[in-house]
């Protein structure tokens, strides 16, 4: 990819759009998938650098008591760390595909992340302004976050999977 990072997104001021943007996460649970998604996040892209953040309080699942749970200390510990943040260090686009290192913040805790995906051309809206998409996706560790509770199966394999996939299906909208 030899795309420089300011051509990779483009240029100006991007505000998420909320009603029809999403950020989520998914991880093998026992024989399946568990997924959640947090109902209070933002997202910018400002001069080529994406900067997102999710507040641990709005983590939905279809159950209460599980929210409440990964609010605990044993996961995101929203009372100490009451928001998920993503910065951005570099951009590079290939077509519609588009490469993003940067750094995810989870439980005051900094790790490198690499972020794949697909990325639209702007386009005109029906309300008069641009706007363009981001479907991202990165996988990271538990365990690298300092997460790492766990319910063993009979077996003695455990329950939840160390490696959690986060998603963000964006529309950005040009500001001013």
Excluded: C
Excluded at 10 to 29: E, L, M, N, Q, R
Excluded at 39 to 68: C, I, M
């Amino acid at each position: 990819m030899s795309t420089t990072e300011t051509q990779a997104v483009p240029a100006g001021t991007w505000a998420v759009d909320k009603v029809h943007s999403s950020v989520g996460f998914s991880v093998a649970y026992m024989a399946g998938t568990f997924t959640g998604t947090f109902g209070d996040f933002d997202a910018a892209v400002t001069d080529g650098r994406l900067r997102g953040s999710a507040k641990v309080a709005s983590v939905q699942v279809k159950d209460p008591n599980l929210e409440a749970h990964l609010q605990s200390p044993e996961f995101f510990d929203a009372e100490r760390h009451p928001e998920l943040t993503f910065e951005s260090s570099s951009i590079e686009r290939d077509g519609d595909e588009v490469k993003i290192d940067g750094e995810i913040t989870i439980q005051g805790h900094t790790e490198p992340v690499q972020i794949m995906g697909q990325i639209s051309d702007p386009i005109a809206d029906p309300y008069g302004g641009d706007r363009f998409g981001l479907k991202l996706e990165a996988v990271i560790a538990l365990d690298g976050f300092g997460m790492s509770w766990n319910n063993p199966l009979p077996s003695g394999e455990p329950a939840l999977s160390n490696e959690v996939t986060i998603t963000a299906d964006l529309q950005l909208s040009k500001q001013g």
